[in-house]
């Protein structure tokens, strides 16, 4: 857990008053969005929050629990590093567990969820794959990433299907400077695994207003490790390690227009090609990707009491996977090549907020996806799919209850088929004293049938175009602490969730996908803290346990019944160096097969040195697994399943120029 610097906003001002909505004000930081303080710009040019990080840090204000993932944190996640590590490091109540090493499939488990119960958003645009529900975060690096923010509980009110067991934000940087700035990374591990990545920014002034304009490269690229134990392979398995290569470019145009507006262009582009690993027959077995996204959001504030935003995205997501054995008598068989799977999904939000007398906020705004997939190696249709959703939401203020910010709110989204789902959500936050919060929620959220489920054409699959959503109803309850101990500063959270999901999609005895009489009830605890114990110690450490329990024949995996995280960083009194440890340790974890894969610790440690007075040039090391423990991310869907092995001793070291 992490409190965020405060994160700059553009100063726009309406006539005789400080613009108060967090859409188009852009004047407060997800931390000063939770507090009444006065604002103080250090800067006349800066940047201001997405519509999406404004989102997540009102419900922060009102009652929701929010972890931000800063910089600093990601850059210590190491040079190869991509986002599925630095989650697996910072983020409190978070499983995740990278299958073979960076850029690749990982588990995910927030707050007991399944694989795909958490939404994931790059600026807004949703990541997970709607071809099969999960998620994939293996081409994503992290060098354009400004910070994470993680919105925990059922959030289907605002952000829609998938958000059952939270949001994950993943906010990509914005321009800060007027002048040219921007730094160049280069990287190094033991496996030889080579990174490289530059970004440069600036903020100009034209006719229509102010324009910052910001462009990112990466360059990732490595041979792997061995992902399984000598004894796992074949005789005939000929590539034994899990290799990888990706390239992302992107870019983010934001220009002013006035006062009160401004458009945001964003694009990505990333083209990577993946080992996929196998320790049976395996000559070849790869993923060859592009994927494309894309963002236009426009946001203006009409007078003192009404802002909106529209925003237009698209996930453009295209593989082509070949997978080549070796047999016993030394021949190849070519089981694929270039087979094409793949998903475009695109939609169009747009959000208006009133500010009403008496200090009361109405929400109101309709929400609009589209998509299709289509795979030729598990056969499904190229069939279109689309939900549009219409949802509000009341902030209302209790002169009475001063202390009191509670939220109320309702969402109806209809879909392909003439399904639908109607969801609501109640949350609350108390101003106990000036340390001390009391949070809760309470309501429902959704999840939309993927196109695997609506459109598998096979024999031992059948999709069926009729499934009605998953529903959950969920609650959680919170207490916060920040202030003091021993002179040092101190704040924890402790936190309870409950969850129940009912029509959950599952294959029926005809193969066919349906609405069952399964359920899943989860229940559990969120203990987090952080103590700076002195100046330059800081001690933070989390633990969560979960208690998973399914009905009519639910198989539920890969959810661990307890992990817990710790970390002791040292910064020098000057900023120039400073080092840091930390441990994570997973207790039992059962595979689909039922086999318990867990109960093992890991230690990793992490140090950087900038070299000039100036801060300029830095070389940051990190050592993962560092006494080389031995241990599963997961188990492989063969026969035998054998463990995936996750990273063993590494070391990785990393220069950087900052201008």
């Known amino acids: ?4 610097d405060t994160f700059l906003a553009r100063d726009w001002r309406a006539p005789g008053r400080t613009m108060s909505g967090a859409l188009l004000g852009c004047l407060f930081s997800p931390l000063l969005l939770a507090d009444d303080s006065p604002l103080t710009l250090d800067r006349q040019f800066v940047s201001a929050p997405s519509v999406e990080s404004t989102t997540v840090a009102e419900m922060a204000r009102y009652g929701s629990k929010v972890e931000i993932i800063d910089r600093q944190q990601i850059e210590r996640a190491g040079p190869s590093s991509d986002i599925t590590r630095v989650l697996q490091m910072y983020v409190p109540g978070l499983y995740v567990a990278p299958k073979n090493g960076p850029f690749d499939y990982g588990t995910y488990s927030l707050l007991g969820g399944r694989n795909d119960d958490t939404l994931i958003l790059l600026d807004g645009v949703r990541l997970n794959n709607r071809l099969y529900g ?10 354009a990433i400004e910070r994470i923010e993680v919105l925990k ?3 289907s009110l605002l952000f829609g299907t998938q958000a059952v067991s939270g949001v994950i934000n993943i906010v990509t940087r914005s321009p800060q400077t007027r002048d040219v700035s921007g730094e160049v990374n280069l990287g190094l591990d033991s496996f030889m695994g080579r990174s490289g990545d530059a970004r440069a920014e600036q903020i100009l002034s034209n006719g229509l207003g102010e324009l910052g304009l910001l462009a990112y490269v990466s360059h990732n690229v490595s041979d792997g ?3 399984f134990r000598n004894s796992a392979y074949n005789a005939n398995t000929r590539d034994k390690k899990r290799s990888y290569e990706v390239t992302t470019f992107g870019a983010k145009a934001i220009q002013g227009l006035g006062d009160a507006s401004r458009l945001e262009l964003f694009y990505q582009y990333s083209d990577a090609n993946l080992d996929f690993a196998r320790p049976v027959n395996n000559r070849k077995t790869t993923n060859d990707r592009i994927q494309q996204i894309a963002t236009a959001t426009f946001e203006q504030r009409l007078g003192e009491g009404f802002s909106y935003f529209v925003k237009g995205h698209v996930n453009d997501w295209d593989t082509r996977y070949t997978r080549i054995d070796s047999l016993d008598d030394a021949s190849l068989k070519v089981r694929n090549h270039n087979d094409y799977w793949g998903f475009t999904d695109w939609g169009l939000q747009a959000e208006g907020k009133a500010e009403l007398d008496g200090g009361h906020v109405l929400v109101l705004g309709t929400d609009n996806q589209w998509f299709k997939g289509q795979d030729d190696v598990l056969k499904i249709d190229n069939k279109q799919a689309q939900a549009n959703a219409l949802y509000t939401q009341l902030r209302p203020v209790f002169d009475a209850l001063p202390d009191w910010h509670p939220s109320l709110g309702v969402r109806h989204e209809k ?7 109607t969801v609501g959500m109640l949350t609350s936050l108390y101003d106990l004293t000036p340390h001390w919060q009391l ?3 309470y309501g429902s959220a959704f999840k939309l049938p993927n196109a695997e489920q609506l459109y598998a054409n096979e024999d031992y699959e059948k999709g069926n175009p009729d499934l009605k959503p998953e529903k959950s109803l969920n609650a959680e309850l919170g207490l916060d602490y920040k202030g003091s101990l021993l002179a040092g500063e101190f704040n924890a959270s402790v936190s309870a969730f409950h969850r129940k999901i009912d029509d959950l999609i599952t294959l029926d005895a005809n193969d066919v996908w349906s609405n069952g009489q399964g359920r899943i009830k989860v229940r559990g605890i969120e203990l987090d803290g952080r103590w700076q114990f002195s100046p330059q110690w800081t001690l933070q450490a989390d633990m969560t346990r979960n208690l998973v329990e399914s009905r009519n024949g639910v198989t539920l995996s890969n959810i661990p019944g307890f992990f817990a995280r710790s970390r002791l960083g040292f910064e020098a009194p000057d900023r120039m160096w400073g080092v840091g440890g930390a441990v994570r340790y997973i207790g039992q974890i059962d595979s689909p097969k ?3 894969y867990g109960h093992y610790s890991v230690v990793d440690a992490d140090a950087y040195r900038y070299l000039d007075t100036a801060q300029q040039h830095r070389l940051s090391l990190l050592v993962e697994n560092l006494f080389d423990r031995d241990y599963s991310t997961s188990m492989t869907s063969t026969s035998p ?10 070391t990785e070291v990393r220069y950087t120029y900052r201008f």
């Open 641 to 650: 399943s054998v463990d995936n092995l996750g990273r063993p001793f590494t």
């Open 1 to 4: 857990m992490t409190t965020p």
């Open 225 to 227: 490790y061995q992902p």
């Open 594 to 596: 039922n086999v318990d």
């Open 439 to 441: 949070r809760g929620q």
């Open 415 to 421: 879909i392909s088929g003439g399904e639908s789902a």
């Open 134 to 143: 999960g998620l994939y975060l293996d081409t994503l690096p992290a060098n």
């Open 153 to 155: 509980g059922g959030q």
